[in-house]
Structure formats: structure tokens, C-alpha cells
């Protein structure tokens, strides 16, 4: 992800000043793939495969498509069975919330066992709004459990969810009409903070402030209201959002969610509330222990390179080159995609059963590379590499952006495979170490089209999502998040 | 393996460029024309019994995809047998080969063989760059031709320590020997300097590492070796000839410091052929780009594995090298047709072991010239074939 100065924006349109930052998909991110690294994250902070997982809760204001297979590009994306459930919330900034207690609510009726729940968004504001320098991306992912679940289960393995309650008012705050693709900002500002958003956001907070939390997760939708909130709750201080907001943002339907995984760091009650759509909702989080994978966080929140307001334009199509782009070889409703969609979001070979060779893809790949047999077991790739060679294309037409890097990548479990990098590809050296990350590679007529790309690791790697073996899921299990 | 001798009694090509002026159907014809006008005893073009027509994509996937029927109009002789052979970048290079094996077979007497490529009449970005958005939608994503070549050109920096000035000078040889080639598109000569200043193209590649694109023809007039004194008391006959194939996506490929489908048809080449390395006394290659050249001398077996960056900077593949290497300018500097590419290679190796070739003749003392060509998605396939004027 990229960080866009506040300062870039102001001053792109004229003014003067500009405080703080946010954080902004690059050109080939959307709130999809974000989920799906902050998915990835959760279940290995959790130390959980993702067959183990029996449904996807998915919150966002914007799901990639108005109406098509988000949910399903997602389950697969995030390696999920072909039987797992779930749902698809969306509509408002609520919806990261509405999907954390629709999730709760599927293990409590014993429909599930095992949840994962992602709050998502990329908030896309008019241009030129008031709101533009506020508007964030983020994703949070919490993997939730039975509170039963096994003996082994401690009560430092996760968080469990305590109070909730909600309110609701028929209100316009931000919204977005049929048809438009830009979040309208505050028609008021004054009739906002006075009648729609303090009334509902301090009644919530009262009745969690009851609760004594240690820390809170409040809304911030323009940089003041969240510390109005806080003063009128006696919360200042402990606010635990807070560092979360200013690193990235405004992230809409992840805020909340978001927020809170900055407050599952140490043992107490975390205090949340979510508003948007007419609807604000508080719950408690209680966790006896530091919740694996919260203390990721900060370091992710530092993470993500600064960039342009022409770039971030640039990544929004809302800068684009006069001409026709160049369209892709198949169309995405082909049979190309119906083939191959599940093994390339899921990165699938075929192993040869006669002599174990790794052939990439199997649809491509009736028989082995190496000895001509025809039975294969479907396997997924290794997700980390090195670079066995690479180039750095710098003359692509549009809808390409240039420089581009693809690298031929020699994966863990011994197959070679090709694929864009992530960036400008000026970091990419020979027999260094890469990992695959969900990237959106082209966007064509209103469609999405995902895939792997490879992103420079640390050298020598480290990886401390995974390095405690020992863990195992609990109720709750609030992990990972924003990257 | 009984075959029966191959004799080549005509060889031309037009001048390459940016040929705005010129129709397919006209540059076809100026070929043919110009192939018959080349043969010593002269030529009747009725004496035509089939042609093989090379032409990889058509005005870049236009009309001419059914060239097999066109062409054989557009050079008044309609009626004949005729095929379009497409085999990628040597798919000139195989419709000589196809075309040698009608005669070699008994089957026809006299064959044209015709590369014709159109290569300019869509833009850059309609034409080559859309490419970067056709194939698998990801793994070849991004792909332009230079992504299939550049990846090896980085790897074999890493490995052998070859280096962007070993690049260059394969550029500023063959832009000198173009600059001898009254046929070539580009007739100026450069500098290292010049190639390494360049704007980056795809790095490790730049500007003057890679091949323009060009508007060409080129066409030789085959005859069973029998009936060659019927055409000339100079003839030039096929010694052999070697095709192979490799996995086509660059993730397959088990090495890229070679081009294994080079290997394996120069070998098929050399045994058909009875020869090595060694006998060769000139050849064209495939330099699409500068690494393609250094990778070709080393898979043909001209300089040992890794040592052809070396080798071009010293000077052993120019004219009076230990063994010329595109004499004509090569891809670089003549141009890259592609469905006349190979046909064009023919014919250089056909000048020089006539001693037709002018200021850039070179010695040739054991009369064996080779062409080769490689390309297809990720150099998938290749095609070697050997000239000579042993009887």
C-alpha cells in the first residue's frame, strides 16, 4: 500500500497545509486483495490452514463488483474449501461490524465452527472533496472460534466478544447513489456532528464505558470527531484507534475493526463502536492476553512508501491517457476464466504422480513437462521464493503502467514460475528472497482480474506471524489487519 | 536417410525499412521479381511448380493469415500449389525447409520459397506492444517480445559476467556490417557509447539492444540438385537442416543462460550435414536483440558456454573474425521482417559462398554458411539450416 501526505492533496488543489496522511491501494490494489493479504495474515497468526476455516465474513463498502463473484473470488483467493459459507456485508461503513456479529452469530447457532472474519474498504472520495486527504484503505481479519473449542483452548489464545448493541436512525451521512462511484461527503458539517454522528456514537460509548474498557476503537471520520467523542466519554488517552487513524485514515468499513486490533496488543476489555448507514453498533472485546498477530501491527502501519496525489489519481483511473488501451487476449467471462480461475487464485500445479514433477498450471498442462504422464495430484504452490532472473519492462501501452518488473521465481517446493512483481521493480536482485501477494492485474470491461505477484522479503526473512507454532484458536481470535 | 539433393539457383529480398509506400502483395512481387532476375541462366517464373509462403502474423493479424492464397495472385501465378507456413520467428527459415524437403522428396522439381511480413502498417502500441495483453492472462501478462530475451540477458550477466558493453557491441558490429548491406533498414554505423546511452527499453535492454520493426520480403528459387546446371554453373546446395522445439511459457524453461531449441536443431543440422561447428565459415543468426546473438554463438557451438559476451567484444564473430556473424547486418541493423527474416538469412549465406557479398564478402574456405533462427513464445522453437557449395 501507499501513503498519500495530506499536504499533497491540499496542495494539488490550491491550499495551503494538510496534516497527517493516509493510506491508498496502489494501481494494483482494491479492497479485495487487501482483504485477502490481511486474511492470509490472520490465519497464520492464528497458525490455521485455510481448509480449517467453514466461512468467509466479508465486510466492505465496496465489494469489487456491484453485483458478481466478489465473495467467491475472495473464499478462493484466501485458499477456503469449495463447501464453505458465509456472507457478502456491504452498503455502508457498517458493514465491517455487521460482519464480525453476522460471523459470531453463525458459530453461536452452530452453523459454524471456525470463521474468518475481514472488514475492508477503500474509501473512494469525489475528487477535490473536502474529505479526499482523510479518506483511507485498510483490512482487518479476526479469526473466530467456538468458545469450546478443544481442550487445548487457553484463555490467552484470543479475545472473546462481551457486550454488544447497537442503534439505529434513518439519517444521510456519507453515502453513495446507484450508478456513482465516488462516496459523497457530508452535506453539513455542524447538522453531521450535532444530529447524526455524536448522539448515536456517545450513547453507544456510554453503555460500553460502563464496562470499565481498558482502551477504545472510535470512529474518525474527519480527524476531530473521534477526540470530541473520546472527551465527552472521559476516554482521552485511551484511545487506541488513534495510531491507526493517523497512519491510514479514514477506512471506512475497516475502521472499527481495524482500530481494535491496535487494542488486543495486552490483556483488557477493548471498546469498539462502528457507525455509518444510519447504524452504529458498540461490543466489547476481552482478552486475557496479547491476541497473536495484534502486535504486527505498528509495524505494518509504518510500512507503505509515499506517493503522489497524481499517482493516486493515476491508481483511481481518474487520470487516465487520451486513447484506447489495449484489451486483454480473452475476455474475463470467457472459458479461459472458468478453466483457470480457481488454480491461478489459488496458485495450483499438478504434480505428476510418475515422476513428481511440478507443472504449472494444470489446465495448461494435460501432460508432465518432464516425462509425459498423464495423472497428476492438483497441489497448491509454495508462496515464497528467490529470483532466478528478472527484467523491468519500460515500454508498455496503457492500460499497462510502466516501469513494470516480472521475475522468473524459483519457489520453495522446487517449481519455477513467472509473474509480475510488485512495485517498479527496482528492488528485485538475483537469489533473493520473494513471497506471493494477491494483485489485481487488469480491469476490463468492469471486471476484476486477480492474480499472484511476487514482493521483495526482507533479506534474510522474517516472518514473525509464524513463529510461534504453538498457538490455537480460541473465541475470538481478532488477528491481522491494514499492510 | 535418402533424400534427394537440394540445389538453391535464386535468392533475393527487397531493400528493408519502414516500407509506408508498399503493399504486402508489392513487396511479394518485388521478392519474386528480384529472386528470378537472380538466377545466372534465367528464370522463367512458369517453371514455378509450388510455393511455400512464410508469414508469421499477417499486417500483425490482418489478411494476409491466408496468405497461401494470395500470395500466388499478388505474383501472377495463381493456380499453384500453395501454403503458408507459420513457425514463429523462423517461420522463414521453415517454409526453406518445407520447401527443400518437396524437392528433396521427388516431389516437385521447382519450389519458391517466399517470406513476406508487413510489420508497419498498424502502430507500435496496436501492433507489438499489444502483445504485453494477449496469451495467459497471467502468467504472460506484461510479456513484450523483449521480455522473452531480457530475463536470459540478466541471468547470464549474473552467471558468466557478461556485461552491457559485450551487449553493445553486438549492436555496433552489426550496425557496421549494415552499414555494408545496400539492403538493410538501418545504414548507420554506432558506438558502444551509443547503444548503452541509449533509452531503456526493458532493462537489462535498451533501444539499440533490440531489433526495429520492418516491412520486407525475400524469395529463393529451389531446384532438385540434378537439374541445377539447367540454372546456373554456381549453385549453392542444401547440406541440412534442423528444426526443434522447447516449452513456450519462460516459467518452464529449465535454464536461461541457452536457448535449448537452438541446440537441439543446430545438432540435427550438423549431423544431416555431416559437419561441426568448425566447418562453419560465416552464418546469420537470430539477434532479435544483442543477448540473443551471444546466446546463439554459444548454443551453436561457435564459443564455449558463456564466453560469446567475451567473444563478440574481441572482435571474433565480425567480418574478419574467426567466424563472421551477420555479415548482413543481422536482425539488428538490416531489420526483422519475421516471415522474411529467414528467406533473407538464405540469401546472404547464399552471396557469400557465391562471393557475391560485396565489401562484406569473408573467406570461405570450407564452404559452409548456417542460418538460424529462434523464437515463438519463450524461444519455443528453433530452426538451423546449412548452406553449401561442396557438390
Known amino acids: 500500500m501507499l501513503r498519500l501526505p495530506a499536504a499533497a492533496v491540499a496542495a494539488a488543489w490550491g491550499r495551503g497545509g494538510g496534516r497527517g496522511q493516509t493510506s491508498v491501494c496502489a494501481h494494483d490494489e482494491d479492497v479485495l486483495t487487501l482483504s485477502a493479504e490481511a486474511a492470509g495474515r490472520a490465519l497464520a497468526a492464528a497458525g490455521l490452514e485455510a481448509g480449517a476455516i467453514d466461512g468467509l465474513w466479508w465486510g466492505t463498502s465496496r465489494p469489487p463488483f456491484a453485483e458478481g463473484p466478489s465473495h467467491a473470488i475472495l473464499a478462493a483467493a484466501i485458499g477456503l474449501e469449495p463447501n464453505s459459507g458465509g456472507a457478502l456485508l456491504a452498503g455502508s461503513p457498517h458493514a465491517g461490524m455487521e460482519a464480525l456479529l453476522a460471523a459470531t452469530d453463525a458459530i453461536a447457532a452452530g452453523s459454524a465452527r471456525t470463521a474468518i472474519v475481514v472488514a475492508a474498504d477503500a474509501v473512494r472520495p469525489g475528487i477535490g472533496t473536502g474529505f479526499e486527504a482523510r479518506s483511507g484503505a485498510g483490512a482487518a481479519a479476526y479469526v473466530l472460534t467456538a468458545s469450546d473449542a478443544g481442550a487445548n483452548a487457553t484463555a490467552e489464545d484470543g479475545a472473546l466478544i462481551g457486550a454488544r448493541v447497537t442503534r439505529t436512525h434513518p439519517y444521510l451521512d456519507r453515502y453513495r447513489g446507484d450508478g456513482e462511484v465516488a462516496t459523497r461527503d457530508i452535506y453539513d458539517a455542524r447538522l453531521f456532528r450535532e444530529e447524526i454522528f455524536l448522539p448515536p456514537v456517545l450513547e453507544i460509548g456510554e453503555h460500553l464505558a460502563a464496562l470499565e474498557p481498558r482502551v477504545w476503537s472510535l470512529p474518525d471520520p474527519d480527524g476531530r470527531l473521534g477526540g470530541i467523542a473520546a472527551t465527552k466519554l472521559g476516554a482521552r488517552g485511551a484511545v487506541a484507534s488513534d495510531v491507526v487513524s493517523q497512519a491510514v485514515g479514514d477506512t471506512g468499513a475497516a475502521a472499527a475493526l481495524l482500530g481494535a486490533i491496535a487494542g488486543l496488543d495486552a490483556a483488557g476489555t477493548v471498546a469498539v463502536v462502528a457507525t455509518g448507514g444510519g447504524r452504529t453498533t458498540g461490543i466489547t472485546l476481552v482478552a486475557d492476553a496479547a491476541v497473536p498477530g495484534a502486535a504486527t501491527l505498528h509495524h505494518l502501519l509504518a510500512q507503505g512508501a509515499e506517493t503522489s496525489y497524481p499517482e493516486v489519481l493515476r491508481s483511481r483511473t481518474e487520470l487516465v491517457p487520451v486513447g484506447e488501451s489495449v484489451p486483454m487476449g480473452v475476455p474475463p467471462e470467457s472459458a479461459m476464466f472458468v478453466r483457470g480461475a480457481t488454480e491461478m487464485l489459488s496458485l495450483l500445479a499438478g504434480r505428476c504422480t510418475e515422476c513428481g514433477t511440478l507443472n504449472t498450471t494444470p489446465s495448461i498442462h494435460p501432460m508432465c513437462l518432464s516425462c509425459g504422464g498423464t495423472k497428476f495430484d492438483v497441489v497448491p504452490l509454495a508462496r515464497r521464493g528467490v529470483v532466478h532472473t528478472f527484467v523491468v519492462n519500460r515500454t508498455m501501452p496503457a492500460p499497462f503502467v510502466a516501469p513494470l518488473g516480472i521475475a522468473v521465481i524459483d519457489l520453495d517446493d522446487g517449481a519455477r514460475i513467472m509473474l509480475q512483481v510488485v512495485g517498479d521493480g527496482s528492488d528485485l536482485e538475483i537469489d533473493k528472497p520473494v513471497e506471493l501477494v494477491l494483485r489485481r492485474y487488469a480491469h476490463e470491461r468492469g471486471v476484476p482480474v486477480y492474480g499472484l505477484k511476487a514482493r521483495r522479503l526482507p533479506d534474510p526473512p522474517e516472518d514473525p506471524d509464524t513463529s510461534d507454532p504453538t498457538t490455537r484458536p480460541k473465541t475470538p481470535r481478532p488477528t491481522t489487519q491494514e499492510q | ?391
Open chain 2, 1 to 391: 536417410m535418402a533424400w534427394n539433393k537440394v540445389a538453391v539457383v535464386g535468392a533475393a529480398l527487397i531493400k528493408f525499412g519502414e516500407l509506408f509506400e508498399q503493399s504486402y502483395e508489392h513487396m511479394a512481387a518485388g521478392a519474386f521479381q528480384a529472386a528470378c532476375g537472380a538466377v545466372d541462366k534465367g528464370f522463367d517464373p512458369a517453371q514455378v511448380e509450388a510455393a511455400f509462403v512464410a508469414t508469421q502474423r499477417g499486417t500483425l493479424w490482418g489478411q494476409e493469415g491466408i496468405a497461401g492464397n494470395t500470395v500466388p495472385s499478388a505474383i501472377g501465378l495463381a493456380g499453384i500449389p500453395c501454403t503458408r507456413i507459420e513457425n514463429a520467428c523462423p517461420s522463414g527459415s521453415d517454409a526453406f525447409r518445407v520447401g527443400a524437403m518437396a524437392v528433396a522428396s521427388g516431389v516437385h522439381d521447382v519450389v519458391l520459397v517466399i517470406g513476406v511480413e508487413k510489420m508497419r502498417d498498424k502502430s507500435t502500441e496496436e501492433g507489438l506492444l499489444s502483445r504485453a495483453a494477449g496469451g495467459h492472462p497471467i502468467f504472460t501478462r506484461g510479456e513484450t517480445a523483449p521480455v522473452l530475451f531480457a530475463p536470459f540477458a540478466t541471468r547470464h550477466m549474473h552467471e558468466f559476467g557478461t556485461t552491457r558493453e559485450m551487449l553493445a557491441s553486438v549492436a555496433v558490429k552489426n550496425h557496421y556490417n549494415g552499414a555494408r548491406d545496400p539492403y538493410a533498414h538501418f545504414r548507420n554505423e554506432i558506438t558502444i557509447d551509443d547503444v548503452i546511452k541509449s533509452p531503456p527499453v526493458c532493462t537489462p535492454l535498451h533501444l539499440l539492444d533490440c531489433c526495429p520493426q520492418t516491412d520486407g520480403a525475400a524469395a529463393t528459387i529451389l531446384v532438385s540438385a540434378e537439374r541445377a546446371a539447367e540454372f546456373t554453373d554456381n549453385p549453392v546446395f542444401v547440406a541440412g537442416f534442423g528444426v526443434a522445439t522447447d516449452h513456450p511459457y519462460l516459467h518452464e524453461k529449465s535454464t536461461f543462460t541457452s536457448l535449448t531449441a537452438t541446440v537441439a536443431a543446430a545438432e540435427r543440422a550438423y549431423t544431416m550435414a555431416g559437419i561441426g561447428p568448425s566447418d562453419i565459415d560465416c552464418a546469420e543468426v537470430h539477434d532479435c536483440f544483442t543477448i540473443t546473438e551471444i546466446l546463439d554463438i554459444e548454443d551453436l557451438g561457435f564459443v564455449e558456454k558463456g564466453k560469446g559476451g567475451v567473444a563478440s567484444l574481441d572482435g571474433e564473430t565480425s567480418l574478419t573474425g574467426r567466424i563472421p556473424v551477420n555479415t548482413s547486418g543481422g536482425l539488428l541493423a538490416k531489420g526483422h521482417p519475421i516471415g522474411a527474416t529467414g528467406v533473407a538469412q538464405i540469401t546472404e549465406c547464399w552471396w557469400q559462398l557465391r562471393g557475391e557479398a560485396g565489401e562484406r564478402q569473408v573467406t570461405t574456405k570450407n564452404g559452409f554458411a548456417l542460418q538460424h533462427n529462434v523464437g515463438g513464445r519463450g524461444s519455443g522453437v528453433s530452426v538451423v539450416n546449412i548452406l553449401t557449395t561442396n557438390r
